[in-house]
């Protein structure tokens, strides 16, 4: 059974009016969801800004918020706001090890039963930043679990013994706030596993890739994330002032962070000349490998006939396709050596590029 709810702003006549579950779910509607009717609890935050710091002493500033918070589906959203720094204190670092700091925000509801245990538990309905402070260990856990029932954790804090201060070393805080926004808006996202928490995207639902170069866009297709090509992601410059004979040599390389499931050109343009007449050279594109090394799996390989010795023969370009598959850090790389005829290759002018770009989701 279905049930219309009065929208904001419908005075009571009697007993009929705008209840604040009502007024709630009125705003929900304006915010992104992560599935049909769950509203995406998060700061509304332009990007991935430090929101909690560190203070000389034990506790942290917290910049002014614009929180949605999701406390229970069906019954819309709380939006607590903040418009100044708010200081929270936190204990004193332990004596011996590390704890686990978790900053939070919430919206209390004396409807849930939300109370002010330190007044003797009275029925509260304010909005308060907290810290749920862990127990110290060799290698602590998060107390995840004792965070307040309808709280958004904003950031973690690994509390060093010894130190006096929340900035003092080696103790860190990471800002691990989701980010929500209005409805229809691209959705800035951590990671791939923060897209995730986007269970069931409408088709056309926009994310915006934190984690990568160029803070990319990425579309949901209805059965995958995609997007438009990138275009140029990077260009390699190879002095290449060593020659290479019948052992592989490295050339060029680029190594970056790529997206999964995409499809990068790789292009690469070299001038060199030959000791020997006839000699052959076989130029290899590959993904993978440490820096400067010769590993890598082959995209392609290019064989180029020298004719005469002494002579550049001009520039010789090399071309090939990488599926990115589950994306991270790879890199692409030209080498060569000489084939069928024993001699070296030297380069002509010492230019060698490398040139990669994403064209479009595989």
């Known amino acids: ?42 700061l509304l935050v332009t990007g991935a800004v430090n929101v909690v710091t560190p203070k000389a002493g034990m506790g942290y500033d917290i910049i002014p918020v614009q929180s949605v918070i999701n406390r229970t589906v069906g019954e819309g959203v709380y939006t607590p706001t903040t418009t100044g720094s708010t200081s929270v204190a936190t204990d004193n670092a332990p004596g011996a090890g590390s704890r686990w700091d978790l900053l939070w925000v919430k919206q209390n509801d004396a409807a849930k039963g939300d109370t002010v245990p330190a007044v003797g538990g009275v029925a509260d309905n304010t909005a308060i930043f907290g810290v749920t402070v862990g127990s110290a260990a060799a290698s602590p856990t998060k107390p995840i679990g004792d965070v307040p029932a309808g709280a958004l954790v904003i950031a973690e804090a690994q509390i060093f013994a010894g130190t006096t201060g929340t900035n003092q070393a080696p103790s860190t805080i990471t800002q691990v706030f989701p980010i929500t926004a209005a409805r229809g808006a691209p959705l800035p996202v951590r990671s791939v596993a923060d897209r995730a928490t986007i269970t069931a995207p409408a088709i056309g639902q926009q994310v915006l890739r934190l984690d990568l170069a160029g803070i990319p866009v990425q579309i949901w297709t209805g059965t995958k994330w995609g997007g438009p090509p990138r275009g140029q992601l990077a260009q390699a410059l190879s002095t290449f002032d060593t020659s290479f ?3 592989l040599n490295f050339i060029a390389e680029a190594i ?96 060698t590029t490398l040139v990669v770009d994403d064209v479009g989701p595989a």
Do not use: C
């Open 1 to 42: 059974m279905s049930t219309i709810n009065r929208g904001p702003g419908v005075a009571l006549v009697g007993i009929i009016g705008t209840t604040p579950k009502e007024h709630r779910l009125a705003i929900a509607g304006q915010y992104a969801e992560n599935a049909p009717g769950v509203p995406r609890s998060g």
């Open 245 to 247: 004979g019948t052992a």
């Open 256 to 351: 970056l962070t790529v997206e999964p499931n995409r499809w990068i050109q790789i292009t690469a343009q070299s001038e060199g000349q030959s000791n020997t007449d006839g000699l052959v050279a076989a130029y290899f594109l590959k993904a993978g490998g440490a820096s400067g090394s010769t590993f890598g799996d082959q995209i392609n390989v290019t064989n180029k006939s020298y004719a005469k010795a002494g002579l550049g023969d001009g520039l010789i370009g090399f071309s090939g396709r990488y599926n990115t598959g589950a994306g991270g850090s790879v890199r692409f790389s030209l080498q060569a050596k000489t084939v069928i005829t024993a001699g070296i290759v030297s380069a002509v002018t010492g230019a």
